[in-house]
Every structure is written in structure tokens, then in C-alpha cells.
């Protein structure tokens, strides 16, 4: 009951209620996007630094496929003894050059620059 159109406790206290129901939405809506933001950042700064390791590779792997006549992530792995994401970055770095073409499913790529 209100007194002289004051708010009574309760009306009150269901309104803080309420508003800290909010507020705590609000909170783990922020957390969530934070969470989602610092993945990105992490994945960013991964991709970077294989990017950069992909370069230090780029020339030997040239050279290996250019010579083999086959490019596959699976070949780069054993050839230049690295893992499966470096070799992946490496594969795209020779794409983005033109000395491999596209993926095709799980065939080996094709070498477009005649070797040596």
C-alpha cells in the first residue's frame, strides 16, 4: 500500500529486485561478448604467427613441391617436418603466390610453376 503517492517498501524492493535482474543480464551479456572478442584475438594472433613462420618455410617448401611435382598439406608436413597448422598456413602462402593451385577435395594440388 502506498502512502500519500509514496512508494511503499515492497513496491521498492521489487523494483531493485528487478533491476539487479537487469544489471546481472546485462553483466553476462558483456562477459560473453568479452569471452567472444579475446578468442577472435587469440585466433588472430596465432594465424599471425604462423603466417610469419609460414615464411621462413615458403622457399624450402617452393622447392619441395616444385620438384615433386605434388603439393599437399600431408607432404609439407613430413618433408619439412612441421605440424599440420603450419603446414596448412604454408600451403595457403603458396596458393597466394601462384605456385599452387586450389584445394580439390583431398587430391594433391596442382603445381603451376615448372620446376627447376
Known sequence: MENDGNPTL???LREMIANQH???????DLYEKLDRIEKRMET???????????????????EAVLEAGKASTSY??????VGYSL????MDQLEAEGVI??????KAREVREVGK
Open 87 to 90: 603446414a596448412a598456413a604454408i
Open 10 to 12: 515492497e513496491s521498492l
Open 44 to 62: 588472430t594472433e596465432l594465424f599471425d604467427s604462423l603466417s610469419d613462420k609460414a615464411e621462413n618455410y615458403f622457399e624450402d617448401a617452393k
Open 101 to 106: 593451385g586450389p584445394a580439390d577435395g583431398s
Open 22 to 28: 537487469s544489471i546481472n543480464e546485462t553483466t553476462r
Open 76 to 81: 609439407l608436413q613430413r618433408k619439412l617436418r
